[in-house]
């Protein structure tokens, strides 16, 4: 199971030479991929910045993955974790530790190409 990233989807949609290796994972059928929702909204930022039809891309990430709300303990293990990583990486996110957290509690491997994730292990990075 993977988790894509705002990053991966993004490559995705540029149809970048990363994008291209998140697409045989993201348009892999037997594959199953979650998104969170804080990552629309993160799609839908690049989205009105770059005018592009959020509406169409929605779509294609609703029929390409299966939306998933963060759970409150999402959450409050994020915070754990931010504060954590951030002893290393000073500009680690809350974003990146929602991510972090979900694919924690689902077992899940995050899809990205984000530099914060690069030496983590689980994680498929698109770099």
């Known amino acids: 199971m993977f988790i ?58 609703r029929r390409n993955s299966k939306i998933v709300h963060p759970t409150l303990e999402d959450w409050l293990r994020a915070a754990e974790l931010r504060y954590e990583i951030r002893r290393t990486v000073p500009d680690f996110g809350m974003m990146d530790a929602l991510l972090l957290s979900a694919a924690e509690r689902s077992g899940s491997r995050i899809l990205t190409a984000d530099p914060h994730f690069k030496k983590m292990s689980n994680v498929v990075f698109l770099g």
Do not use: N, Q
């Not at 993201?26 to 039809?53: F, N, Q, Y």
């Open 4 to 61: 894509a990233d705002a990053y991966a989807w993004v490559e995705y949609f540029r149809g970048s030479e990363k994008g291209k290796r998140a697409a045989g994972i993201l348009d892999d059928p037997k594959k199953d991929i979650l998104t969170l929702e804080s990552t629309l909204a993160e799609v839908k930022c690049w989205a009105l910045r770059e005018r592009k039809p959020f509406d169409e891309l929605y779509i294609v990430m």
